[in-house]
């Protein structure tokens, strides 16, 4: 890549991210919508759980079954070649 197009492409992804932060307004946040009922807050304990055990535990039962249900015989170490 030289360095015209590197120069184009980072001018892109700035004006990019630079349009996002300015077309999203946070300070809308703070005021409530119509509607809106939040319910009450996460412990540490189940913010911890939901977002970082669940997600551990999914992957480690999608590993183990794909571990486990693997049929594949081509996995064997082959023999060398004597020459």
């Known amino acids: 890549?030289?360095?015209?197009?590197?120069?184009?492409?980072?001018a892109l992804a700035a004006g990019t991210t630079l349009m996002m932060l300015l077309m999203s307004?946070?300070?809308l946040a703070l005021t409530p919508?119509?509607?809106d009922d939040p319910g009450p807050g996460l412990s540490v304990i189940e913010t911890l759980?939901?977002?970082?055990?669940a997600p551990l535990a999914l992957f480690a039962v999608i590993t183990g079954?794909?571990?486990?249900?693997?049929?594949?015989?081509?996995r064997q170490p082959k023999a060398k070649a004597k020459a």
């Open 49 to 53: 759980g939901l977002f970082v055990v």
């Open 1 to 10: 890549m030289d360095k015209k197009n590197a120069l184009r492409a980072g």
């Open 65 to 74: 079954l794909v571990m486990v249900l693997d049929r594949s015989t081509d």
């Open 33 to 35: 919508d119509d509607g």
């Open 25 to 27: 307004s946070p300070a």
